[in-house]
């Protein structure tokens, strides 16, 4: 057997010799020496109060702060997520974005090479600790305990502990050194790190899938958040619908035909008829032919109807009927929004066969998927109905004129009588929606196109009477008159 490989036998049994007799407190000798291979176990005493002793006191205590450095970077920095150094990064105070951006340059290097370079640091540390407290302390029982009180509680627990609250500000601080010492222990840990990149991929920081996100969300509503910017119920439901809206389609909260308020192309408005039509409370209703109710060709704007004067009697299939656009039943509500955010239309009929004749399953309007977003039922001055399917109907507190403030009757006559316009945004920008729509053109049933009926393009409207403050006393004669139709067209 060659000398080195002797060398090699003997040096398992001696250094369990060694952990025997230091646990059992045994006294070893003071220096054993071998020759060949550099193997030597030295064991001084060193003097109590000596400037020896000092300075290895000193070493010991940089040796423990070192390490627990080590340890609390561990888990501190490999605790911080990337997806959230990104969003402080973009949305925090001005301190956590400086930090953020310290720490997301320092783990985009290699978040391993990082995590490996911590290990092999803090290993070295714990590793001579001992080392040097043998030789304080002459072995035994004593360097044993000492080195594991050091080590643990004062290289493990304290710095991990305060680490885990202030990871962020931890490893901004030390960033700049430790990029130093990641390039000094860049032979063993780089090529380590690459393994481990190899072995398990890279962390591109956590992603969450929508259910995932609504968690989290709720989480932050109420009394189960501790900031004061805590979620609202409201922002917390609207939140949630927003991302069930792709995977929702149009079947789920259209209005199904039977429940949808329709005219055949051959209904005379009259008056009794435009009385019903506003009496409904609907802006647009959709017109079927007179054959098949389920077969549609247009729909007809209600505000057409306000220089119409009912005495005419004139057919709905003499009126300019709009462009009922429709879509198919697997349509998402997202993409149904998209498309009455253009500005097209706000209502789409739901069909089975979409451009064909018949097959008309239901009705889906834009306040539908705001309801759906909002989780409530929008219902205005006009509505009949709180909610269309199960037929409830609105149940409104009238209003106490007596009540209200002076200042506030005024406003409320002036709103009444005073009109606003509201500019939609350009939206020629806007990315096509996905919807699959077809339009017919309005006709009548032997395909001749509908014409205009002979209507007023001009009309004025003139509003006469008393103006009453809330405590009944007359403010003296109101008198408002209407616009010409020729400063704002009515009829496009």
Same mark, same amino acid.
């Given at each position: 057997m060659k000398r080195r490989d002797a060398l090699t036998v003997l040096r398992v049994p001696f250094l369990l010799s060694n952990i025997f007799r230091r646990v059992a407190a045994v006294p070893t000798p003071c220096e054993w020496r071998m020759t060949g291979l550099a193997l030597s176990v030295m064991e001084l005493e060193t003097e109590f109060g000596t400037a020896e002793f000092w300075a290895k006191m000193g070493v010991i205590a940089f040796l423990v702060l070192l390490g627990g450095c080590f340890a609390g970077l561990t888990l501190g920095l490999m605790g911080l997520d990337e997806t959230n150094l990104l969003v402080l990064m973009r949305?925090?105070?001005?301190?956590?974005?400086?930090?953020?951006?310290?720490?997301?340059?320092?783990?985009?290097?290699?978040?391993?090479?990082?995590?490996?370079?911590?290990l092999l640091s803090n290993v070295i540390v714990n590793e001579t600790l001992?080392?040097?407290?043998?030789?304080?302390?002459?072995?035994?029982? +004593?360097?044993?305990?000492?080195?594991? +009180?050091?080590?643990?509680?004062?290289?493990?627990?304290?710095?991990q502990a305060i680490c885990v609250r202030h990871g962020l500000a931890i490893g901004a601080k030390f960033a700049y050194p430790?990029?130093?010492?990641?390039?000094?222990?860049?032979?063993?840990?780089?090529?380590?790190?690459?393994?481990?990149?190899?072995?398990?991929?890279?962390?591109?920081?956590?992603v969450y899938r929508k259910a995932e996100l609504k968690t989290l969300v709720s989480l932050h509503q109420g009394e189960t958040a501790s900031d004061l910017d805590a979620l609202t119920e409201d922002e917390v439901t609207i939140i949630g619908a927003v991302l069930d809206l792709r995977d929702k389609d149009v079947s789920h909260i259209m209005t199904p035909i039977e429940d949808v308020y329709t005219l055949s192309l051959?209904?005379?408005?009259?008056?009794?008829?435009?009385?019903?039509?506003?009496?409904?409370?609907?802006?647009?209703?959709?017109?079927?032919?007179?054959?098949?109710?389920?077969?549609?060709?247009?729909?007809?704007?209600?505000?057409?109807?306000?220089?119409?004067?009912?005495?005419?009697?004139?057919?709905?299939?003499?009126f300019p009927l709009s462009t009922l656009p429709e879509t198919g039943i697997d349509t998402s509500c997202l993409d149904i929004l998209n498309f009455f955010q253009e500005g097209r239309s706000h209502m789409a009929l739901v069909s089975e066969n979409p451009g064909g004749e018949g097959g008309a399953l239901g009705v889906i309007t834009l306040e539908d998927v705001i309801e759906e977003l909002i989780g409530e039922e929008i219902v205005d001055e006009t509505d009949v109905y709180v909610d269309v399917h199960n037929k409830i109907k609105v149940m409104r507190?009238?209003?106490?004129?007596?009540?209200?403030?002076?200042?506030?009757?005024?406003?409320?006559?002036?709103?009444?009588?005073?009109?606003?316009?509201?500019?939609?945004?350009?939206?020629?920008?806007? +990315?096509?929606?996905?919807?699959?729509?077809?339009?017919?053109?309005?006709?009548?049933?032997?395909?001749?196109?509908?014409?205009?009926?002979?209507?007023?393009?001009?009309?004025?409207?003139?509003?006469?009477?008393?103006?009453?403050?809330?405590?009944?006393?007359?403010?003296?004669?109101?008198?408002?008159e209407g616009v010409s139709s020729e400063q704002q067209p009515l009829l496009k």
């Open positions: 949305s925090g105070e001005e301190h956590e974005r400086k930090h953020a951006e310290r720490v997301y340059a320092l783990l985009g290097r290699g978040r391993h090479w990082v995590l490996v370079t911590l001992p080392i040097i407290l043998d030789s304080v302390f002459g072995g035994g029982l +004593v360097a044993v305990l000492a080195s594991t +009180v050091l080590i643990v509680i004062f290289g493990e627990i304290i710095p430790m990029l130093v010492l990641m390039y000094i222990m860049y032979p063993v840990a780089y090529p380590t790190a690459l393994l481990l990149d190899r072995w398990l991929g890279e962390s591109h920081g956590t051959d209904a005379v408005l009259d008056e009794k008829l435009v009385n019903t039509i506003l009496s409904a409370g609907y802006s647009r209703i959709p017109i079927h032919t007179s054959d098949d109710k389920s077969n549609f060709v247009g729909m007809l704007l209600v505000k057409q109807l306000i220089t119409y004067d009912p005495e005419d009697n004139y057919p709905v299939k003499d507190r009238p209003i106490n004129r007596q009540k209200i403030h002076p200042s506030l009757a005024g406003l409320l006559h002036t709103r009444r009588l005073s009109g606003s316009t509201i500019s939609r945004s350009s939206r020629a920008n806007r +990315v096509p929606t996905k919807v699959s729509l077809a339009v017919r053109k309005p006709s009548h049933q032997d395909g001749s196109e509908l014409q205009q009926p002979n209507m007023k393009d001009y009309g004025a409207l003139g509003l006469h009477g008393m103006d009453r403050g809330a405590d009944g006393d007359a403010n003296g004669p109101a008198s408002t």
